[in-house]
Structure formats: structure tokens, C-alpha cells
């Protein structure tokens, strides 16, 4: 009777511990893996990501915020990208340069000149709810310039990227 009593016990312990873990992984954090090289050189293809759910029910995202949302063709495809322009900002790429607000805005994650402004050569204004995202390889990534893709509404957002976890060398913080 005392092994049954103690067997009760544990499976009681592990399944709180379970139930806990599935309420946390549904709520607070989302796992995923990066495909494609779309945000080189701050995430590479393959990269293991941990995904913080929570944060934005408390804030609002910020500029150059690295996140996650669905791809808008395909619900069980999504896209990490980084906030480039806020809501009601306005955002154009000029000769290679992205402007907000028609000054130029300071990306320290893009190594080279814009090539393709897409739909962004001419003024985009973004509604009070609308976020423009680019990827930091920006000469090889489908983001709000396209038509696929374009402005993300702040509902669409499923998080804030903000651990890599594999590969296990470069184990760390996201900025």
C-alpha cells in the first residue's frame, strides 16, 4: 500500500509538471528553426529559436524588435523578420537608404546597399496598427516590400525572438 500510495505521489508530480509545461510552451514561449538565410548575419538557416509570446501583451513591439508571424499564403509557415517602421510611421527605401519619417534610418544589421525597395520606393504609411518587418540579409529576403507579405498587422504577431538555442556555439541572447 505504501509503493502505491508513493507511485501516486510521483504521477502526480509528473503530470503537474507536464500540465505546467504544455501551459507555458501554449502561452509564454514558442520554439522554431530558421529556414532559409532571410536574416543573415544575425540568424542562419537552420538556427533553433526560442520564441517569447508574452511580452507584447504587455508592451508594444519596438523598432528592430526581431519577430515572429505567419506567413499570410500559408498558416503553417512563419516568418522572422525585424521591425523596421511602427505604426503610423512612414517608410520608403531611396537609393539603397530605408527612410522613416524621411530621415534615414540608422540599420546597423544591414551590411549592404538596398537593391530591390520593392513596394517601398514610393512612401508607405503605416496604419495604427501596422508594423514594417525586413529581414537583415536585405538582398535576399521576401518581407513588407513585397506584395506577399507586406505591412504586418500587430495581431498577426505571434512573438518576440529572443534566445537562440542551437547551434549550441552560438547559444544565446537575440538582438
Avoid: C, W
Avoid at 529556414?35 to 509570446?53: A, N, Q, R, Y
Avoid at 513596394?119 to 538582398?139: K, Q, R
Amino acid at each position: 500500500m505504501k509503493r502505491i500510495k508513493k507511485f501516486a505521489g510521483y504521477s502526480l508530480y509528473i503530470l503537474i509538471i507536464l500540465l505546467l509545461t504544455l501551459i507555458i510552451k501554449g502561452v509564454a514561449l514558442q520554439r522554431t528553426v530558421v529556414s532559409g538565410d532571410s536574416m543573415e548575419h544575425t540568424l542562419s538557416d537552420g538556427d533553433s529559436l526560442l520564441v517569447d509570446k508574452l511580452t507584447y501583451r504587455f508592451r508594444e513591439p519596438e523598432r528592430f524588435d526581431v519577430i515572429v508571424f505567419p506567413y499570410s499564403v500559408s498558416d503553417k509557415v512563419y516568418y522572422v523578420k525585424r521591425i523596421i517602421a511602427l505604426p503610423g510611421e512612414t517608410v520608403q527605401i531611396r537609393e539603397g537608404v530605408i527612410m522613416v519619417d524621411s530621415h534615414v534610418l540608422p540599420y546597423k544589421y544591414n551590411r549592404d546597399v538596398i537593391m530591390n525597395a520593392g513596394v517601398a520606393s514610393t512612401e508607405i504609411t503605416l496604419n495604427d496598427h501596422e508594423y514594417f518587418v525586413m529581414g537583415d540579409n536585405v538582398n535576399d529576403s521576401v518581407d513588407s516590400r513585397s506584395y506577399d507579405v507586406g505591412n504586418i498587422d500587430r495581431s498577426m504577431i505571434i512573438g518576440k525572438v529572443f534566445l537562440r538555442l542551437r547551434p549550441f556555439k552560438k547559444f544565446g541572447v537575440i538582438e
